[in-house]
């Protein structure tokens, strides 16, 4: 079970990723296709619903133009 702290980390992390997206003017649709990964997949992460993986963000950083770190 993930604390409170990691819950909350997980969510920033995915309103990050939904503003960055927003400000390229791209769907979900587009990003998910440039990321290679599920759409709905890209919507649970920007809601913080998923823990999803690193291999996973490099993936959504990369499609965004961003280094990884700057999602954390």
Same mark, same amino acid.
């Given at each position: 079970?993930?604390s409170?702290?990691?819950k909350?980390t997980i969510?920033?992390?995915?309103?990050?990723i /939904?503003?960055? +997206?927003? !400000?390229? &003017?791209?769907s979900q649709?587009? =990003?998910?296709?440039? *990321?290679n990964?599920?759409?709905?997949?890209?919507? /649970?992460?920007? +809601?913080? !619903?998923? &823990?999803?993986?690193?291999?996973t =963000?490099?993936?959504? *950083?990369?499609?965004l133009s961003?280094?990884?770190?700057?999602?954390?």
């Amino acid at each position: 079970m993930l604390s409170n702290e990691e819950k909350e980390t997980i969510k920033i992390i995915g309103e990050k990723i /939904r503003q960055k +997206r927003l !400000e390229l &003017n791209l769907s979900q649709e587009i =990003l998910s296709f440039d *990321a290679n990964i599920p759409r709905n997949q890209i919507g /649970r992460i920007e +809601r913080g !619903e998923i &823990n999803t993986s690193i291999a996973t =963000l490099h993936k959504i *950083a990369k499609a965004l133009s961003l280094n990884i770190k700057e999602l954390f």
